[in-house]
């Protein structure tokens, strides 16, 4: 991703998540499509449906937590709608962004900007910094080292007991994010937690889709399949696509819609034919994974 700055982007962009919030964003010039719709002045769609989730689920002025923040779209958008936020951003370039933007807002609570990534243990970690796609990486030498920390140490930073909501995108960490934290859950913290499951990046890290749901059914949470729209619907136990957003919360929520047999048939179907490797070989491994639990 470019990191160059132009004229247009030193005041910000003016985007308005939903009627009536209106932010300022700072962001590089970029191909990436969340970037060139700021640019044109409109809040990304698949930041949208992550906005509604939030406002339906936790009511305003709670603490808000962005683990993952890339250049600070969902958190920001959340502090505009009144919400106490603090954004986890390990890339230094991602966060130089996130930090002029910050600067170009005056919110009800000051927002919190947090360099490290998050994972299992505390320690230095090896980071591949890919714009929206940055990650930790196991076993490699060389390259760009960040600063990891654990979830209960990150709160202990901050000068949190516990927010109220958590939005987790770490391109594959997830797992270990959650890991590091069964103490913390256990001690009755029951966030309600927002998070991609992405087969393609949970796999590098030994990881799966279905392992994370177990994390936290196994935590006492009920999860919920998040639609890019911001619709929450009952999760079906079978899921062929490669990157999901499921919603994880410590109470049930009211009567939701389930998915047809048929429609996870076509998904499967579609699935199958794309033209990205990644997503096949998924599919491929939930399907294993379908007959061996048979």
Do not use: C
Not at 81 to 101: C, D, F, H, T
Not at 115 to 122: H, K, M, S
Not at 222 to 242: C, H, K, L, M, N
Request: glycine content about 10%; cysteine-free.
């Amino acid at each position: 991703m470019s990191q160059s700055v132009d004229s247009s982007a030193s005041d910000g962009f003016a985007v308005s998540p939903a009627p009536g919030i209106t932010f300022r964003i700072a962001v590089p010039e970029s191909n990436d499509p969340n970037v060139l719709a700021i640019r044109r002045g409109v809040y990304p769609p698949p930041l949208q449906g992550l906005f509604a989730a939030l406002t339906t689920t936790t009511p305003g002025r709670a603490r808000v937590l962005d683990l993952g923040g890339y250049l600070g779209g969902f958190g920001m958008a959340a502090a505009a709608a009144g919400y106490e936020v603090a954004i986890v951003e390990a890339n230094p370039e991602n966060a130089k962004w996130i930090r002029r933007s910050i600067a170009l807002n005056r919110f009800a609570h000051a927002v919190q900007l947090i360099e490290t990534a998050v994972g299992e243990q505390e320690g230095w970690v090896q980071f591949h910094a890919e714009g929206p796609y940055g990650h930790v990486q196991q076993g490699a030498s060389g390259g760009l080292r960040v600063r990891q920390t654990t979830l209960p140490l990150l709160m202990q930073e901050i000068g949190w007991d516990a927010p109220a909501f958590i939005k987790m995108d770490v391109e594959g960490s997830e797992g270990g994010v959650l890991r590091g934290a069964r103490g913390w859950f256990s001690q009755d913290r029951r966030p309600t937690i927002l998070y991609e499951a992405n087969g393609h990046t949970l796999h590098w890290f030994g990881d799966s889709p279905a392992a994370l749901r177990a994390l936290l059914a196994s935590a006492g949470y009920q999860q919920y399949e998040v639609e890019a729209d911001g619709s929450i619907r009952v999760p079906t136990a079978f899921e062929p696509r490669v990157v999901v957003d499921y919603l994880a919360s410590a109470t049930p929520l009211p009567a939701l819609p389930r998915r047809s047999t048929w429609k996870v048939v076509r998904r499967t179907a579609a699935a199958l034919k794309r033209n990205s490797r990644p997503a096949r070989v998924h599919v491929l491994r939930a399907l294993l994974g379908l007959v061996k639990r048979a």
